[in-house]
T-cell receptor, first 114, second 111 residues
């Protein structure tokens, strides 16, 4: 199993540009999570999906953030327009039956907005 | 009060030492518990689940005390490669699934 695959690994963009982060979860996992990690705030849950349906997006900071999961093997997190304070590492994670087995994280996308 | 609190760290220990991490949680409806390890500039990785009966995996022992709402991780005979941040994670179902990550405790093992 290739694990959770995220792309790109690194993204540097200018303020105001659109950024799209991509994630392929582990096949068979029914939950997908998007997290953001910074030194100041640690790991923050942005949104999670169950069977491709968004369940809780209360962690999405603003309307500039949106996430989709068009099928079981693909999800995107979009920031439009991006701002310097969005600079962070964004992790995608997937799990089977949510609480029972823990998460598998992708290697993350390190986003820098200048 | 934070929902999940960990020792602030960092812990600096010599190779071969035994080190213990503690974690407390505030939600009595919490259902499942985990320890994750995160290396510098890497993703968190599941280290072990924590069961009420306690569980052991090689040099690592995890324990859960539901009455005190307390989780621990013990590392025996620590290695240089154990240097990382250890995250306590608590799952609860309180009208909706909720996962809380602790802030993590940094461990440095020195030769």
């Amino acid at each position: 199993d290739a694990g959770v695959i995220q792309s790109p690994r690194h993204e540097v963009t200018e303020m105001g540009q659109e950024v799209t982060l991509r994630c392929k979860p582990i096949s068979g996992h029914d939950y997908l999570f998007w997290y953001r990690q910074t030194m100041m705030r640690g790991l923050e849950l942005l949104i999670y999906f169950n069977n491709n349906v968004p369940i809780d997006d209360s962690g999405m900071p603003e309307d500039r953030f949106s996430a989709k999961m068009p099928n079981a093997s693909f999800s995107t997190l979009k920031i439009q327009p991006s701002e310097p304070r969005d600079s962070a590492v964004y992790f995608c994670a997937s799990s089977f039956r949510w609480a029972n087995y823990g998460y598998t994280f992708g290697s993350g996308t390190r986003l820098t907005v200048v | 009060r934070k929902e999940v609190e960990q020792d602030p760290g960092p812990f600096n220990v010599p190779e071969g030492a035994t080190v213990a991490f503690n974690c407390t949680y505030s939600n009595s409806a919490s259902q499942s518990f985990f320890w994750y390890r995160q290396d510098c500039r890497k993703e968190p990785k599941l280290l072990m689940s924590v069961y009420s009966s306690g569980n052991e995996d090689g040099r690592f022992t995890a324990q859960l005390n539901r009455a005190s709402q307390y989780i621990s991780l013990l590392i025996r005979d620590s290695k240089l490669s154990d240097s990382a941040t250890y995250l306590c994670v608590v799952n609860a179902n309180t009208g909706g699934f909720k996962t809380i990550f602790g802030a993590g405790t940094r461990l440095f093992v020195k030769a």
